[in-house]
C-alpha cells in the first residue's frame, strides 16, 4: 500500500505537471467500490472537474487531493494498489519486474485528465483491486482538513510537525492500551504510517512492535518521537524512491520472506524475523528490539479487513461500518430471542408418519378441568381447528385419549375381520 512517501511522490508530480493548468477533457467511467462507496459517481466527478484549473496539490498522509479554481475538491485515496500515471512519464517509486506496454488509456483506468495547453499533459488513475477510494468535497479550499474524512485523521508527521511534539506523543501513548504498532497503524493516532513505515521506524526507536503502547519508558517515548521524525521526513524527502534509502534501512533488506535461498538478515548478521501485530505481519530484529514491558502476542485488528485495505485507513468509514455491524448485531439479536422463545413455546415429538412433524403447544399449565387447558397435539399438514361453542374440537383431546381412541379402533377392526373369517368356516362345513 502506498504510504506517505510514496504520497507525496505523486503530490510532487502533479505539482510539476498538472497544477496551473485547465483541465479540458475529463473521461471517468463509473466503479461502483472506488466512487460509490463514498457517494459519488463517474459522471459527477466528470461533470465536476471539467473545464476547471488546478490551483495546487496537498496531502495528508495516505490522502491527497487537487485544489481546484472552485469547489468541488476531488479526494483520493490509493488503497492497497492504486496509483497515479502520467502519460510519457514513469511515476512509480519501484522497478517493475515486467516491462508493461505502453498502451492508453493504461489497463484498470478509473478516470483520465488531459490539459488544454500545448504541449498537452495526460493523467491517469489506475486500481486493479478497486480498494482505492475517489470523492467529491464541495467546500472552501481553505477547510478540508477540517472536513471528512480528513477530520477524523490524526496529524501529518512532516505537515503537522508543530502538533505530532514530544509532548503529544507521550499522550497519546500513555492514553491507551494497545500495541504499539497497532497504535501507529490507525490513521486516526497519526495520517501517514502504515506497514514498512511502522516497522522501519520502531527498529530504529529498538522497540518491539507487540509492546503495549502505555508501558514505554519515557527514555522509549522519546527515541520513537526522533525516529518517526526521521523516518517519515526522509521517506518524503526521498519521493519514496527506496535505491536512495540508507542502505541500513530495515526496507533495503525485509522482503526476502518466502523466497528461496532468501538469508532474512541486516548487513551486520542480525536475523530479521516476522510477526503479526493488528493483523499485519511485522519485520523485526529481535537483537535489537527487545521486550522491556507487557506485550500481546499476535494480536489481531478486527477492523482490518484484511482485503479492505483503503478503508481501514478511512476512521470515518471505519465508524459508519462499525454502526452499520452494530445494527446487524441488534437485529441477529431480537431474531435469536423470537427463535428462543418459540423454542419455549413449541416441543417437537416423534412421529411415526414419515416427513411429517408433530407439535405439542405448551399452553399455560393448569389441571385438567381448569379453564380446558391441556397439551395439544398438531400435525404440520392437518392443523386443529378452534373450537366453538365450548366444546372443545376432536384433535384438542389429551394425547392419551387420541391414543385410547385409536387402539379402540384396532381393536374392533380385528373382532370384525375375525367374525368374517368365523362365519365363512360355517357357511364351507354346512355346504
Known amino acids: 500500500m502506498p504510504e506517505i512517501g510514496e504520497v507525496a511522490r505523486i503530490v510532487n508530480y502533479l505539482r510539476r505537471h498538472l497544477v496551473g493548468r485547465t483541465l479540458a477533457v475529463v473521461n471517468a467511467q463509473h466503479d461502483?467500490?472506488?466512487?460509490?462507496?463514498?457517494?459519488?459517481?463517474?459522471?459527477?466527478?466528470?461533470?465536476?472537474?471539467?473545464?476547471k484549473k488546478v490551483v495546487d496539490a496537498k496531502q495528508q498522509g495516505k490522502y491527497f487531493w487537487l485544489v481546484m479554481s472552485?469547489?468541488?475538491?476531488?479526494?483520493?485515496?490509493?488503497?492497497?494498489?492504486?496509483?497515479?500515471k502520467i502519460r510519457d512519464l514513469e511515476t512509480a517509486y519501484y522497478k517493475p519486474t515486467k516491462k508493461e506496454e505502453p498502451t492508453w488509456p493504461p489497463k484498470y483506468w478509473k478516470f483520465t485528465l488531459e490539459t488544454s495547453d500545448?504541449?498537452?499533459?495526460?493523467?491517469?488513475?489506475?486500481?486493479?483491486?478497486?480498494?482505492?477510494?475517489?470523492?467529491?468535497?464541495?467546500?472552501?479550499a481553505e477547510e478540508m482538513r477540517n472536513v471528512s474524512p480528513l477530520k477524523e485523521n490524526g496529524p501529518d508527521p512532516v505537515a503537522d510537525k508543530d502538533?505530532?511534539?514530544e509532548e503529544w506523543l507521550v499522550q497519546k501513548l500513555q492514553s491507551k492500551h494497545v500495541p504499539v504498532k497497532a497504535l501507529l497503524l490507525d490513521q486516526a493516532n497519526i495520517s501517514g504510517?502504515?506497514?514498512?513505515?511502522?516497522?522501519?521506524?520502531?527498529?530504529?526507536?529498538?522497540?518491539?512492535?507487540?509492546?503495549?503502547?502505555?508501558?514505554?519508558?519515557?527514555?522509549?517515548?522519546?527515541?520513537?518521537?526522533?525516529?518517526?521524525?526521521?523516518?517519515?521526513?526522509?521517506?518524503?524527502?526521498?519521493?519514496?524512491?527506496?535505491?536512495?534509502?540508507?542502505e541500513e534501512w530495515l526496507f533495503k533488506h525485509r522482503w526476502g520472506?518466502?523466497?528461496?535461498?532468501?538469508t532474512q538478515r541486516l548487513p551486520n548478521g542480525a536475523q530479521i524475523k516476522f510477526v503479526t501485530v493488528g493483523g499485519r505481519t511485522s519485520a523485526i530484529v529481535p537483537s535489537v528490539q527487545k521486550k522491556t514491558g507487557?506485550?500481546?502476542?499476535?494480536?489481531?485488528?478486527?477492523?482490518?479487513?484484511?482485503?479492505n485495505g483503503a478503508e481501514d485507513d478511512d476512521p470515518a468509514e471505519r465508524k459508519s461500518k462499525s454502526t452499520k455491524r452494530k445494527a446487524r448485531e441488534d437485529g441477529e439479536e431480537e431474531v435469536g430471542r423470537k427463535s428462543i422463545s418459540k423454542k419455549k413455546s413449541h416441543k417437537e415429538l416423534p412421529s411415526r408418519s414419515r416427513g411429517v412433524k408433530r407439535v405439542v403447544k405448551d399452553e399455560e399449565a393448569q389441571p385438567d378441568g381448569v379453564n380446558g387447558s391441556h397439551p395439544t397435539v398438531e400435525d404440520d399438514t392437518t392443523k386443529a381447528q378452534p373450537a366453538s361453542n365450548g366444546k372443545k374440537s376432536p384433535t384438542s383431546?389429551?394425547?392419551?385419549?387420541?391414543?385410547?381412541?385409536?387402539?379402540?379402533?384396532?381393536?374392533?377392526?380385528?373382532?370384525?375381520?375375525?367374525?368374517?373369517?368365523?362365519?365363512?368356516?360355517?357357511?364351507?362345513?354346512?355346504?
Not at 472552485?70 to 497515479?84: D, I, K, V
Not at 504541449?119 to 467529491?136: C, G, K, Q, W, Y
Not at 394425547?399 to 373369517?421: C, L, N, P, T
Request: aromatic residues 8%; hydrophobic residues 35%.
Open 32 to 51: 461502483e467500490n472506488v466512487f460509490g462507496k463514498v457517494g459519488t459517481s463517474a459522471a459527477e466527478f466528470q461533470k465536476a472537474l471539467t473545464g
Open 70 to 84: 472552485s469547489p468541488p475538491h476531488p479526494l483520493f485515496h490509493f488503497g492497497m494498489a492504486g496509483w497515479w
Open 118 to 140: 500545448d504541449p498537452v499533459s495526460e493523467h491517469a488513475f489506475v486500481d486493479f483491486r478497486r480498494f482505492a477510494r475517489i470523492r467529491l468535497i464541495d467546500c472552501a
Open 163 to 165: 502538533i505530532l511534539t
Open 193 to 246: 504510517i502504515g506497514n514498512w513505515v511502522g516497522d522501519e521506524l520502531l527498529y530504529h526507536a529498538k522497540i518491539h512492535p507487540e509492546q503495549y503502547s502505555n508501558t514505554l519508558s519515557p527514555a522509549q517515548m522519546k527515541q520513537l518521537h526522533e525516529s518517526i521524525q526521521y523516518v517519515c521526513s526522509t521517506a518524503v524527502d526521498l519521493l519514496a524512491e527506496s535505491d536512495r534509502f540508507p
Open 257 to 262: 520472506k518466502g523466497k528461496k535461498d532468501a
Open 294 to 307: 507487557e506485550v500481546a502476542a499476535d494480536v489481531k485488528d478486527k477492523d482490518s479487513e484484511d482485503e
Open 397 to 431: 383431546r389429551p394425547v392419551r385419549e387420541q391414543k385410547a381412541s385409536k387402539a379402540a379402533a384396532k381393536s374392533s377392526i380385528k373382532d370384525e375381520s375375525q367374525g368374517r373369517r368365523r362365519s365363512a368356516r360355517v357357511s364351507a362345513a354346512a355346504k
